[in-house]
């Protein structure tokens, strides 16, 4: 595979920080508790990590891990050779029985590494067809995960076409292993004790939530070259970072990595313009340079420098698709941001930098929202949609104020980096 593996001692390093992403992944990742069931889903490349991931699920205790493994070339041969009238279908049969785990206390543990460009050759349209029949059949799984019904979360394997498109002027054995060092940094697996830089990363992250949620704020204020934005928070808004307590009590890190704090922004009171810092790339598109203006929380007004056709589609997958789901705050210091990398991926990329995302809200960015319906979430403000896509609004050369219900701005960001410790 990478030359890791020729160099003894190389290959031993390789073999321990995939074991240390292994056991994050398990022990801070999901917080898996004995008796667990562990649903995993992962691309086939990933096979060396499900097998340490697993290892380690069982030691811990799990009843069952059931994986489901993925693999783009035929994902491919779909769009090359299925019938036109099979984009509007999705394996529903799957995503129930994924639902009827997640119900019956099932962890969800998901590998990511896709080709960010697999799909950017094949037509939009049947693209969106599919993304949409696929996102309405996992509606009732992403339901119970959005909603923190069980505990799990999202780690990334180095794969080629992946490292590939990260680093495309190295061959691919350098760049799989390049990669892998940038996962294994930012996620933490490349320390002595991961265990413990985990507990210190969550306590720091908490400390910031539970300042922004005494403050209360009514809105935040970004400013930047293209964006002067006014997000209203929604009423009764939380702010949540690091780990998170699931509904079934136990406490997991849903991504790793991650550097963000975040909350639910109000649906109807975003107004302004906003430009992206980073390309977003989206299901194998890359849409870069994105500007939209909003009014009364809805986009009006929007284009993009490249994947604009793409970008108008997800925009109109149905109502909430052009509301706000989600506002982040993530320092431009971030160990991401600080790699310079651009990884092609929202699971590192949204934590190199301050965010939105389109579409659907976190109950669990609301106060008690886990327990409310879905009309007294509405009536908080908290956004609904089929989608739920982030993209990089922050850089160092964006300043945030919180304002409050006086009306009152306080700075929080200034060039990107938080004002009080
Ligand atoms: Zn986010
Ligand atoms: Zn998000």
Not at 22 to 42: D, I, S
Not at 46 to 63: C, D, M, N, P, Q
Not at 275 to 281: D, E, G, R
Request: proline share 4%; glycine share 8%; aromatic share 8%.
């Amino acid at each position: 595979m990478n030359d890791q593996f020729r160099n003894p001692s190389k290959a031993l390093y390789h073999a321990e920080r995939l074991d240390r992403l292994a056991e994050v992944a398990v022990r801070v990742g999901l917080g898996l508790k004995p008796g667990q069931e562990v649903v995993m889903t992962a691309p086939l490349e990933a096979l060396a990590l499900v097998r340490r991931i697993t290892e380690h699920a069982y030691k811990a205790g799990a009843s069952l891990v059931t994986t489901f493994f993925s693999d783009e070339e035929s994902t491919l041969m779909r769009f090359r050779h299925g019938r036109d009238e099979g984009f509007d279908s999705a394996s529903s049969w799957l995503y129930e029985g994924m639902a009827a785990a997640y119900r019956n206390g099932a962890a969800r543990l998901a590998i990511v590494g896709e080709d960010p460009s697999l799909l950017a050759q094949q037509d939009p349209e049947k693209v969106s067809r599919a993304n949409r029949a696929r996102s309405k059949a996992y509606m009732p799984a992403l339901n119970l995960i959005a909603g923190f019904d069980t505990n799990w979360t999202i780690v990334a394997a180095a794969t080629p076409a992946w490292a590939k498109a990260v680093f495309p002027n190295d061959p691919e054995e350098v760049a799989v292993a390049k990669l892998w060092d940038a996962i294994f940094a930012a996620s933490r697996a490349d320390v002595a004790d991961p265990i413990a830089a985990w507990g210190t990363h969550n306590a720091n992250l908490q400390a910031r939530t539970r300042m922004l949620n005494e403050k209360n704020y009514a809105a935040l204020h970004f400013r930047g070259p293209g964006t002067d934005l006014r997000v209203g928070l929604a009423d009764g808004h939380e702010w949540n970072g690091g780990s998170t307590k699931a509904k079934n009590g136990i406490v997991c890190n849903a991504n790793i990595p991650t550097e963000e704090v975040f909350t639910t922004p109000h649906k109807v009171r975003v107004d302004g313009y906003v430009a992206s810092t980073k390309p977003l790339s989206y299901q194998g598109t890359l849409i870069q340079d994105i500007q939209v203006r909003f009014e009364n929380g809805r986009i009006v007004e929007s284009k993009a420098r490249t994947g604009e056709a793409v970008l108008t589609k997800v925009l109109d997958t149905d109502e909430g698709a052009r509301r706000l789901g989600e506002v982040a705050l993530v320092p431009n210091s971030s160990p991401i941001s600080q790699s310079g990398l651009l990884f092609l991926n929202t699971l590192f990329d949204e934590n190199a930098s301050s965010h939105i995302a389109l579409g659907q809200a976190y109950s669990k960015c609301i106060k008690d929202g886990g327990t409310m319906s879905e009309e007294e979430l509405a009536s908080r403000g908290a956004n609904k949609s089929l989608i739920h896509i982030d993209w990089m609004i922050g850089s160092g050369e964006v300043d945030v104020d919180g304002i409050t219900a006086s009306g009152q701005a306080e700075p929080l960001i200034r060039r990107g980096e938080w004002v009080t410790s």
